[in-house]
């Protein structure tokens, strides 16, 4: 009777999912290229030592997100940045923490922009994360939508 119990209670869990097959890092990696491309990135950014200010909007625009070898990606985006407004491809590293990928940039130099150092997650329908621009860094965070879906395009 116990015999059956415990195979009873293995095949309920089998047909629940608990023992579902994890997806591969090359079907994670296919997922975040196809997640990412054609997106807008909509949220704000906040700047240490003015935490009595609202946080500002920032808006990025991710025409494609490309595997390019081992952890390094290329992000070909529209990056408005104070009176800057480009379109730039950037190689960036993605590591990933389980199924999470993680931008992780130290002293990239942008061209026309500056030099960056950030960490950046994206899960589901969100990104968070931090940033440093020279001496100043923050906070950023927002929402990733399919750019056929943003209402507030230009």
């Known amino acids: 009777m116990k015999r059956t119990s415990l195979l009873l209670t293995m095949l ?5 999912g608990v023992f579902a097959a994890e997806p591969s890092q090359a079907d994670l990696e296919k ?12 949220g704000s950014f906040t700047i240490d030592g003015k935490e009595d200010q609202a946080p500002k909007a920032e808006r990025y ?7 390019l070898r081992d952890d390094y990606w290329i992000f ?15 190689t960036v590293k993605v590591l990933w923490a ?11 130099t942008i061209p026309g922009l500056g030099t960056f150092t950030s960490r950046v997650l994206f899960y589901e329908e969100r990104y968070a994360g931090t940033w440093q621009h020279g001496k100043v860094g923050g906070h950023l965070f927002g ?3 399919k750019a056929d879906a943003d209402t507030s395009a230009e």
Do not use: H
């Not at 309920?12 to 629940?16: E, I, M, N, T």
């Not at 997922?31 to 909509?42: C, E, K, N, P």
């Not at 070909?76 to 950037?90: E, Q």
């Not at 199924?99 to 002293?107: A, E, Q």
């Open 12 to 16: 309920c869990l089998v047909a629940s």
């Open 31 to 42: 997922q975040f290229s196809d997640r990412m491309a054609g997106t807008v990135l909509i």
């Open 61 to 67: 625009e991710i025409d494609s997100v490309k595997k």
């Open 76 to 90: 070909t985006a529209r990056i408005k940045y104070g009176k800057n407004d480009l379109k730039v491809p950037i």
């Open 98 to 108: 389980g199924d999470t990928p993680m931008v992780s940039l130290t002293d990239l």
């Open 143 to 145: 929402k990733i939508q």
